[in-house]
C-alpha cells in the first residue's frame, strides 16, 4: 500500500507571493490533516479534512486555506508569504475522524523556504 | 489552552545506554497519548497509550502513562544510533486528529 505523497518535497518562494501544496492520502483514508513544523514552535495543527469539509482549523491566520477533493486528495494555500512561513508542511491521512484515536499516517512533508 | 510539554529537549548517549524522555499534558477531554519517532521527515508511531499503568513495549522501547500526574515516559534500552531522532509526544485535542504535540526531544546515541 503506499503511503501519504506530498508536492513538491521542496519549494523556494519569495514574500508577498502564494504557494499551493498538495497531499495524496493512504488509498482509503479520507481523513487529512495538515501540519506546520518549524523548529521555534514544533508542530503545530492547521486544519483538519473529511469529506471535502473543513472539520477543525488552528490558530492561524486566515492567509492559510485548504481544500479537499472527493478522491480525498487534499491541498493548502498559503496566501502573501511572509519569512516567518518557511517551514516543513506535513500532511497526516487516517481513515477517518472521531472521538476515539485513529492513527495517523504522515507523509515526507514539503519544505518550504521563503525569501 | 491544551499545553504538552516535553524534557530534556536534548540528549546525548553512549550506545548502550538506557534513557529516559518525559512527556507532561494538561488537556480537557483527555483521551489518549501518542509517540512518535522523527528521523529525516515524516513523523514515524511508536505507541499509543489510553490507560494509566499499563506499559506498552516493542523491543527495547517502552512507554507508560499516568493519568493521575498526567505524564508519560519512553524508555529506550541498550540504545544503538540508530535510535538517533527526535521523538514527539503528542494529545488528540478536540476532534481525533487534532494532534497537539510536545516541542520533541532530540536524541543522539553516539559510539
Known amino acids: 500500500k503506499a503511503g501519504v505523497t506530498q508536492t513538491p518535497r521542496y519549494l523556494i518562494k519569495t514574500r508577498g507571493q502564494q504557494v499551493t501544496l498538495s497531499c495524496s492520502p493512504i488509498?482509503?483514508?479520507?481523513?487529512v490533516s495538515w501540519y506546520q513544523q518549524t523548529p521555534g514552535q514544533g508542530l503545530q495543527f492547521l486544519f483538519e479534512?473529511?469529506?471535502?469539509?473543513?472539520?477543525n482549523k488552528g490558530n492561524f491566520p486566515g492567509r492559510f486555506s485548504g481544500r479537499q477533493f472527493s478522491n480525498s486528495r487534499s491541498e493548502m494555500n498559503v496566501s502573501t508569504l511572509e519569512l516567518g512561513d518557511s517551514a516543513l508542511y506535513l500532511c497526516?491521512?487516517?481513515?477517518?475522524?472521531?472521538?476515539?484515536?485513529?492513527?495517523?499516517?504522515f507523509g515526507p512533508g514539503t519544505r518550504l523556504t521563503v525569501l | 489552552e491544551d499545553k504538552v510539554v516535553q524534557s530534556p529537549l536534548s540528549l546525548v548517549v553512549h550506545e548502550g545506554d538506557t534513557v529516559t524522555l518525559n512527556c507532561s499534558y494538561e488537556?480537557?477531554?483527555?483521551?489518549?497519548l501518542l509517540w512518535y519517532k522523527q528521523e529525516k521527515k515524516a513523523p514515524t508511531f511508536l505507541f499509543m497509550l489510553?490507560?494509566?499503568?499499563i506499559e506498552k513495549k516493542s523491543g527495547r522501547l517502552s512507554s507508560i502513562l499516568d493519568k493521575k500526574e498526567l505524564f508519560s515516559i519512553l524508555n529506550i534500552t541498550a540504545t544503538q544510533t540508530g535510535d538517533s531522532a527526535v521523538y514527539l509526544c503528542?494529545?488528540?485535542?478536540?476532534?481525533?486528529?487534532?494532534?497537539?504535540f510536545g516541542t520533541g526531544t532530540r536524541l543522539q546515541v553516539t559510539l
Open positions: 497526516a491521512s487516517s481513515t477517518r475522524p472521531g472521538l476515539s484515536y485513529n492513527e495517523q499516517f
Open positions: 488509498s482509503g483514508h479520507r481523513s
Open positions: 479534512y473529511f469529506s471535502e469539509t473543513q472539520r
Open positions: 488537556v480537557t477531554n483527555f483521551r489518549s
Open positions: 489510553t490507560s494509566s499503568g
Open positions: 503528542a494529545v488528540p485535542t478536540g476532534t481525533a486528529s487534532k494532534l497537539t
